[in-house]
């Protein structure tokens, strides 16, 4: 997906200079020449970036920096300033402006920029604050699941100690997280979630433990990273065997005496917070791949809670699916009374490899198309429950090609390959991620990306 720039800028070879260089380097751009017409199209355009002219005629660009961010608050405002305006961009700065660029500027001096504040963004949308608001129940009869709920009371009332939660991916471990916070004396502090797989990782330690004004280019002002934001509160590590080997050391060291330094900081700053880690990877196999600190795992096992995965604890299906199909006729306005006891029994004996995030998919999309009032399998739903199904081009095999009697988009026929083939590589690796991955020849945080995109 394309990123969006909105230029708003009075002198127009300047919008016509940047709107030329930005759409080379792959960026989709809209222009305005007052104020008035770039908020207008910052609300329509919706863009990921805005270029903000600091003297638009008699008006001062860093004057409407809160208007912009008001429209929303993600919106990465790059300041383009005179030399001689320095110090006024400097305000645009405290003010809520991500950097800025100077006159006369260079293009690919603007990419980088533009790329940094685009990293921050994607991290920062990977930060989840989960709201404190009571997160759905633990769903299930099976003796796997009531064993979870125990763990779950039991560890709620002990919230000084860390944990690990281990579970394929889509078993619950997100859910598991929220509730032992939400039962917590923690439960009024925030409960952080970080997805260490989605992070880059030059980032990844400004992210935890934020940093200094100039502990680096573009570091303009002091930032607070994760584990001072969710003081008194629970941080959530998603993916934690992903975590880069670096910051596994400054983790540990972390969880030994909850100190940190910011980034370019001088002094420690200490917190109370709980850590909970969840991975669906064999981290024993990790540590004897050298891609995880052993140091680290003993540290975090200490309390470790496991999810079965759904095809090991068949009787919790039919509850999970009462749940969704309540859950799914009131957000779409259905009103369907049960699952037929054929479809229901199609369900127990899937196997469900994307385990209760895929059933609650299958639902979902049951109920969508479902005219009736009862459920029933129509001979497609589980099949299609995965990754997308699509046509992958055998060995020799040419991909099948548009006529070209009429302009085509070449770009979309590119993604459609590129997808086709990660579809295949992660139907022969059983949807192993990092498999998938050497096989394609990507890293693991680059398939991930693809995806999402």
């Not at 579970?167 to 917590?184: F, L, N, R, W």
């Not at 050391?249 to 940190?260: C, V």
């Not at 068949?314 to 009374?337: A, H, S, V």
Request: aromatic content about 8%; overall charge negative.
């Amino acid at each position: 997906m394309q990123s969006k720039i909105l230029i708003i800028d009075d002198e127009y070879l300047i919008r016509i200079s940047l709107r030329e260089g930005l759409t080379d380097l792959g960026y989709l751009t809209q222009e305005a020449e007052t104020i008035e017409e770039g908020l207008r199209l910052a609300e329509e355009f919706k863009p990921d970036v805005v270029m903000l002219d600091n003297r638009l005629g008699n008006v001062l660009g860093m004057e409407y920096i809160e208007t912009i961010k008001k429209l929303d608050e993600d919106i990465q405002i790059i300041i383009i300033t005179a030399y001689s305006s320095i110090s006024q961009a400097v305000q645009a700065i405290r003010r809520g402006a991500y950097d800025y660029v100077q006159k006369p500027f260079d293009i690919d001096a603007i990419d980088i920029v533009i790329r940094r504040a685009l990293d921050q963004l994607k991290s920062r949308r990977k930060l989840e604050l989960l709201s404190s608001g009571g997160p759905p129940d633990l769903i299930g009869v099976s003796p796997q699941m009531q064993q979870i709920k125990r763990q779950v009371e039991l560890l709620s009332a002990k919230d000084n100690v860390d944990l690990l939660v281990r579970g394929e991916t889509g078993s619950g471990k997100g859910v598991v997280v929220a509730q032992i916070h939400q039962k917590s004396a923690r439960r009024n502090f925030p409960l952080v979630k970080i997805n260490c797989s989605a992070v880059p990782e030059s980032l990844f330690e400004s992210e935890l433990f934020g940093h200094e004004k100039g502990a680096f280019t573009g570091a303009l002002a002091r930032k607070k990273g994760l584990f001072e934001l969710a003081n008194e509160g629970t941080v959530f590590l998603d993916e934690i065997g992903d975590m880069p080997l670096p910051m596994q050391a400054k983790l540990l060291t972390f969880l030994e005496d909850r100190k940190f330094r910011r980034v370019g900081g001088l002094s420690d700053v200490e917190v109370n917070v709980r850590v909970i880690a969840a991975t669906n990877r064999p981290l024993e196999q990790a540590i004897e791949e050298k891609t995880f600190r052993a140091d680290l795992f003993f540290r975090l096992n200490v309390v470790q809670l496991y999810l079965a995965p759904l095809r090991e604890r068949p009787q919790d299906i039919e509850p999970l699916c009462q749940y969704y199909l309540d859950f799914f006729n009131q957000k779409l306005g259905k009103n369907i009374r049960q699952i037929s006891p054929a479809f229901l029994q199609k369900l127990k004996e899937y196997s469900w490899k994307g385990n209760v995030r895929e059933l609650r998919n299958v639902l979902e999309r049951a109920v969508l198309f479902c005219d009736g009032d009862v459920l029933e399998h129509t001979g497609q739903l589980l099949e299609e429950s995965g990754a997308p199904q699509v046509s992958v081009p055998q060995s020799g095999e040419l991909w099948p090609m548009q006529d070209l009697s009429s302009p085509i988009d070449l770009q979309k026929e590119l993604e459609r390959l590129e997808m086709a083939y990660i579809d295949k590589a992660l139907r022969l690796t059983g949807d192993n991620y990092s498999q998938a991955a050497k096989l394609l020849g990507y890293s693991r945080f680059s398939l991930r990306r693809r995806l999402e995109q």
